[in-house]
């Protein structure tokens, strides 16, 4: 098997309306995403970041440009890319148990794999839980659980968009280690959306620094950091300085002139 997994090429995303008006919101994207490799997209908002994820998870489609996974093309959904957004992706009317087992259910594959579902129970530390339903459970324990809903399936790629993005700090912290956890437990490609620096720093292999409008790569930087990364270890603080740099540069827009 091939080292890359995902391989985008020339892609470009346009959204017009009907008033004319056109976004660039991906322009000329290309990057090739290694097998096992933590990689984050950071970048203000309106660089085309869930745009990118959405076409990776196959809910849209490139004007130009190939997204390939495997060598082959990506043409719609498929439980080989699993999906998490900032919130709400749970189905309300399912337990915690049901909305694991959820993927497995619907392909038949549950009767066999039934003890996955303790297991992702168990590793998202959802013990005693099984039951509830999700607005019994805090906003943290529910992104453990779209996580486990996602990785039950074995993507090859999870695509996490902002999946921490409401979370207070400590349980934001909290999930990243489980994060972390989880990739080594399922070898699962990881691909993370968002605008949280030290969150790309302590979790990436790589980070790629987009910028709006058109949205672009602007850097693709690597981690080369060892696991356990201490936010206030000396190679930590100086990358955050480097990234925090590159973003208001990114981001920095011609002065208005002004005449009185
Ligand atoms: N469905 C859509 N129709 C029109 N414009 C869109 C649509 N989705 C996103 N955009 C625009 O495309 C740009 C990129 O959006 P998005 O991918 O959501 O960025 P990000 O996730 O980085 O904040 C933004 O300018 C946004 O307003
Ligand atoms: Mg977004």
């Not at 908002?45 to 997204?67: H, V």
């Not at 349980?171 to 280690?177: C, F, K, N």
């Not at 620096?197 to 060892?226: C, K, Q």
Request: glycine residues 10%.
């Amino acid at each position: 098997m091939s080292d890359i997994v995902l391989e985008i090429a020339g892609v470009n995303r346009i959204y017009s309306d009907d008033k004319e008006n056109v976004v660039e919101a991906l322009h000329d994207i290309s990057l090739s995403v290694r097998r096992g490799e933590f990689l984050t997209f950071i970048g203000s908002s309106g660089c085309g970041k869930t745009t990118l994820l959405r076409l990776i998870a196959g809910l849209d489609e490139p004007q130009s440009g190939k997204l390939l996974l495997d060598g082959k093309e990506i043409c719609g959904t498929d439980t080989n890319r699993g999906y998490v957004v900032q919130q709400g992706g749970l189905f309300p009317w399912l337990s915690v148990r049901d909305n694991i087992a959820y993927g497995l259910k619907v392909r038949g594959l549950y009767q066999k794999n039934k003890a996955d579902v303790v297991k992702y129970i168990g590793l998202i530390g959802l013990d005693g839980f099984e039951k509830s339903y999700p607005h019994q459970i805090s906003g943290g324990m529910a992104q453990r659980v779209a996580i486990a809903r996602a990785l039950i399936n074995n993507p090859e790629i999870l695509l996490l968009d902002e999946p921490m993005g409401a979370l207070d700090s400590f349980t934001r912290a909290d999930i990243q280690d489980k994060l972390l956890e989880l990739k080594g437990e399922s070898g699962a490609t990881m691909i993370l959306v968002t605008h949280d620096v030290d969150e790309a720093i302590y979790l990436s292999d790589r980070i790629v620094i987009m910028t709006p409008r058109p949205g672009r790569i602007n850097d693709v930087l690597n981690v080369a950091i060892p696991h356990p990364r201490h936010r206030g270890g000396v190679e930590f603080m100086a990358m955050r300085r480097d990234i925090l740099e590159k973003l208001n540069l990114a981001s920095a827009q011609p002065q208005p002139e002004y005449t009185i």
